[in-house]
């Protein structure tokens, strides 16, 4: 079992910053990698960005890439994701999720809400 658990969401101006954290425990030595998605009202879930736990690599959505930057810190178990120039557009619940190979994610947290007022 793996526990994700999501926090430093809250309420911003476009154009702020948040960073948010992802805490890992439990059976995460099984992971590939460690992803953001997110869900705005009415709207599927997308992918925002991931980081592949062996070796680094980093991925994001063309709506983020430039704004965002998914970090991770191995002795904390916790991913990162550092969110500037924030848009009204960026709000949604986010999630973390990990990802048992590629494309594919077997375990969710329980999402932080970012909301970006215009």
């Known amino acids: 079992q793996v526990q994700l658990v999501e926090s430093g969401g809250g309420l911003v101006q476009a154009g702020d910053s948040l960073r948010l954290s992802c805490a890992a425990s439990g059976r995460t030595f099984s992971s590939y990698a460690l992803g953001w998605f997110r869900q705005a009202p009415g709207k599927d879930r997308e992918f925002v960005a991931v980081?592949?736990?062996?070796?680094?690599?980093?991925y994001y959505a063309d709506s983020v890439k430039g704004r965002f930057t998914i970090s991770r810190d191995n002795a904390k178990n916790t991913v990162y994701l550092q969110m500037n120039s924030l848009k009204p557009e960026d709000t949604a619940v986010y999630y973390c999720?990990?990802?048992?190979?590629?494309?594919?994610?077997?375990?969710w947290g329980r999402g932080t809400q970012v909301t970006v007022s215009s």
């Open positions: 980081i592949v736990w062996s070796g680094g690599n980093t």
């Open positions: 999720a990990k990802g048992s190979r590629p494309g594919s994610y077997d375990y």
